[in-house]
């Protein structure tokens, strides 16, 4: 379980540096400031969740089941929060309609708040 997720946690920073340049290098001709900022907090957020993913990896104190809980957490929450937002901030370059995913980005939100809770949880219910 481990290597998964320290394989997914440098696959999702690894897709977001390239994303981060996609939008600061190709999509600054086509997007309006105020999108490439929703771009970025898209990048910057699954980025925050790549270090997150490694710091979870080297707990020792977290058992299998919890691990796996907030991997499954984190991986949903990325791909719905940032996920979306890259398409909501593109949907003006695109031909697609992108708005009724809407709904994805305040829920993978919750998804990647409750693996900080359930890391929070399981941290704050140990002995010391």
Excluded at 24 to 41: D, Q, R
Excluded at 71 to 82: D, K, T, W
Excluded at 101 to 111: D, K, Y
Aim: charged content about 15%.
């Amino acid at each position: 379980m481990k290597r998964r997720i320290v394989l997914t946690g440098a696959f999702i920073g690894m897709l977001a540096i390239i994303l981060g340049a996609f939008g600061a290098h190709l999509l600054k001709k086509y997007l309006s400031v105020e999108e490439l900022n929703t771009f970025e907090v898209g990048v910057r957020y699954q980025m925050y969740h790549a270090f997150f993913l490694f710091f979870v990896s080297t707990r020792k104190d977290i058992a299998e089941k919890t691990l796996k809980t907030i991997y499954n957490l984190v991986l949903g929450g990325v791909i719905l929060f940032s996920g979306s937002i890259y398409l909501l901030a593109t949907k003006n370059f695109t031909l697609f309609d992108f708005k009724f995913i809407g709904f994805a980005t305040p829920l993978g939100g919750m998804l990647l708040i409750f693996a900080w809770l359930t890391l929070f949880v399981t941290i704050l219910r140990q002995k010391s």
